[in-house]
């Protein structure tokens, strides 16, 4: 069993409506990433959390250390959000970054 | 500020042969950390300095290997290529003293491709 799972993998919407992508984990962690990965490559890192939720635009990141889940959200959602969307927890034992597989998203116009 | 640099940004080498990778990070970032990005396996943790110390080795075989510099700048080098190194390289730096607890800024990766 991965460390690090995400749901759903893949996911197709229609411009407009909420999305929401899961991220459980059976580590201890000390913080919780979340990262977008346009086609071609570029990451770029969204959030980082401990506890509780932090919002950026129409991007919403919640965590449950208790229940070892953090969701991401996005509002409005709108083609350009069509990216890879990553997970990714500092564990507690070891020193390193674990990765979640990524969610596919597509927005269709 | 100018982002994550990481050149070349395409290589194409022959099995047998070795690699050297470079990035720079953001003016000021200490830490740089290296992933190796492929298709089936995802995201894979290479290594993470942090003052030209190696602090952390993903599970890589010794053929790969990595270095930082007083600038902070970073290389990572690959020798005796083989066709499953073919990957996404990318690189990643923050401000703090870990990866872990940072936001990390990544670069654009190189893509290498062994044949």
């Known amino acids: 069993k991965n460390e690090v799972e995400q749901s759903p993998q893949n996911l197709t919407a229609q411009e407009g409506e909420f999305i929401t992508i899961n991220c459980s984990y059976s580590?201890?962690?000390?913080?919780l990433h979340w990262l977008q990965q346009h086609p071609g490559g570029g990451i770029v890192s969204l959030f980082m959390l401990s506890s509780g939720k932090k919002k950026h635009g129409r991007l919403i990141a919640t965590i449950n250390i208790q229940e070892k889940h953090s969701s991401l959200h996005i509002t409005a959602s709108h083609p350009r959000d069509s990216a890879v969307y990553i997970c990714a927890v500092s564990g507690n034992s070891n020193y390193q970054l674990i990765w979640g597989a990524g969610t596919k998203l597509i927005i269709k116009p | 500020k100018a982002g994550v640099t990481q050149t070349p940004r395409y290589l194409i080498k022959t099995r047998g042969q070795q690699v050297t990778l470079s990035c720079s990070p953001i003016s000021g970032h200490r830490s740089v950390s290296w992933y190796q990005q492929t298709p089936g396996q995802g995201l894979q943790f290479l290594f993470e300095?942090?003052?030209?110390?190696?602090?952390n080795k993903g599970n890589f075989p010794g053929r790969f290997s990595g270095r930082q510099f007083s600038n902070s700048r970073s290389e990572m080098n690959v020798s005796t290529l083989e066709l499953g190194d073919s990957a996404l390289y990318l690189c990643?730096?923050?401000?703090?003293?870990?990866?872990?607890?940072?936001?990390?800024?990544f670069g654009p990766g190189t893509r290498l491709t062994v044949l």
């Open positions: 990643a730096s923050s401000s703090g003293t870990s990866m872990l607890s940072d936001t990390q800024y």
């Open positions: 580590v201890g962690i000390s913080a």
């Open positions: 300095y942090f003052s030209e110390t190696q602090r």
